[in-house]
């Protein structure tokens, strides 16, 4: 009786972690991929505009032609100054987030005060 309650309880781990196994198919770096904007925004793939992004993480001029999305915004402010620090704005200043969930405030670019942003996909942009 032992045995044969050991041997079900054996199957049953078995095929229950077989049905547990789950297939990836598709490449995360698609060379058709598009970027958020192109599919459809939040409805689709959320990630952050870096279509023109240099090696060191600097925008290269994208950032005055992005456009921030409303949403649910979940980056913490220490966050949000990285990548703007990685977009190439320095010294952040008054970052407050605001109804629309877009992360705002003022932090230079070229020695110059620019007013910036980032959405909930970590898109910046300098407003």
């Not at 409303?70 to 970052?95: I, P, Q, W």
């Amino acid at each position: 009786m032992r045995t044969s309650i050991a041997a079900i309880l054996l199957v049953s781990t078995l095929g229950s972690s077989a049905l547990a196994q789950t297939t990836t198919t598709g490449s995360p770096a698609a060379p058709d991929a598009k970027t958020s904007q192109q599919s459809g925004g939040q409805q689709s793939v959320t990630r952050p505009n870096t279509d023109k992004m240099t090696q060191d993480g600097a925008s290269t001029g994208s950032a005055a032609n992005t456009k921030l999305e409303k949403g649910a915004n979940s980056f913490t402010e220490g966050e949000v100054r990285s990548r703007l620090d990685k977009a190439g704005f320095k010294d952040a200043k008054d970052l407050k987030k605001d109804a629309d969930g877009i992360w705002r405030g003022t932090a230079m670019r070229d020695g110059k005060p620019t007013p910036v942003g980032v959405d909930f996909k970590g898109n910046v942009a300098a407003q």
